[in-house]
């Protein structure tokens, strides 16, 4: 099945057997399980856990184009709701598509699959659409992990991606609502994201962001913005006795932030003695800073 990717091709059974009849709609469940037939369009009900909504219609026709030149190169998939009914599993733009060109049939392969796995495999065949952006991504990790109970190493191993890279994504969502639908509508990039995440401010996360938006910066002058607030800011908290924090530690207070996923807290006083926190909520986030360390 080319085109669907290693993690949805293994919740997919192969199938040995391809059904050369057309006009197959009307067949027994036995004999249309696991085979490719073409199914009337009119059949086809919509997947209720298809994790997009919004489709580009430039595209949709673009692909409408492509179809009534050169038909359905991949058939959709759909899984048998009864004799004359079928519920759509990956595949809603070429549906959509055919539709809009008047296509009565289309061709499909016909799987057998229950709810949580027609959500998982909607998600993950979204996940890996090319033009997917990165809070979209975002949201289908979160869903597979809270509603088809996957930990992020099972996702990561479903969708092809470390763990870190998960967690990166997923990470997003903490951002406040603006910053992640101009993430969303490709205004910042995932560098930009990445950087203002690590400040503990929702406020001065907004005015990072709204410097990127009105001034254009850049990742790297983020970066930069970002390691000069996080000095004032462990200044205001500090003796005045101490001393300025040494840009070489809020460097590396920077990185590990990164590294870990977390808000890593760095301190070092006059001695060069100090500490390094690394915060976690559950055991599940012990278990995964632990994993990063390699420490077993």
């Not at 059904?19 to 067949?27: I, V």
């Not at 061709?107 to 890996?128: G, H, K, S």
């Amino acid at each position: 099945m080319t085109g669907l990717g290693k993690g949805l091709g293994a919740l997919l059974q192969d199938s040995e057997k391809v059904n050369s009849s057309r006009n197959n709609s009307r067949m027994s469940a036995a004999d249309v399980v696991g085979s490719m037939s073409d199914i009337d369009v009119n059949l086809i009900e919509a997947n209720p856990y298809q994790p997009r909504t919004r489709f580009d219609q430039e595209a949709l026709q673009e692909l409408a184009d492509s179809i009534r030149v050169q038909g359905i190169i991949q058939p959709i998939t759909v899984r048998q709701l009864s004799e004359d009914s079928f519920q759509l599993i990956s595949g809603e733009r070429r549906l959509q598509a055919s539709r809009s060109i008047g296509l009565t049939s289309i061709p499909a392969y016909v799987r057998t699959a229950n709810d949580q796995q027609m959500l998982e495999m909607a998600l993950i065949e979204n996940i890996q659409r090319e033009n997917l952006n990165s809070i979209e991504i975002a949201l289908s990790y979160q869903r597979l992990i809270l509603e088809c109970n996957l930990k992020q190493e099972e996702l990561g191993v479903r969708v092809g991606k470390n763990r870190t890279t998960v967690n990166n994504y997923i990470r997003l969502l903490k951002l406040p609502p603006d910053i992640q639908a101009a993430l969303r509508d490709n205004q910042i990039s995932m560098g930009h994201a990445r950087a203002i995440i690590t400040i503990n401010s929702d406020q001065s996360q907004l005015k990072i962001f709204n410097k990127i938006i009105e001034d254009g910066w850049s990742v790297r002058k983020v970066e930069e913005e970002v390691r000069k607030l996080g000095m004032m800011s462990n200044v205001s908290f500090a003796s005045k006795k101490q001393p300025t924090i040494n840009q070489e530690i809020k460097s590396l207070q920077f990185q590990l932030s990164s590294f870990f996923g977390a808000k890593v807290s760095v301190k070092s006083n006059e001695e060069h003695k100090g500490e390094i926190k690394i915060p976690f909520t559950s055991q599940d986030e012990l278990k995964k800073i632990l994993e990063t360390l390699k420490f077993k």
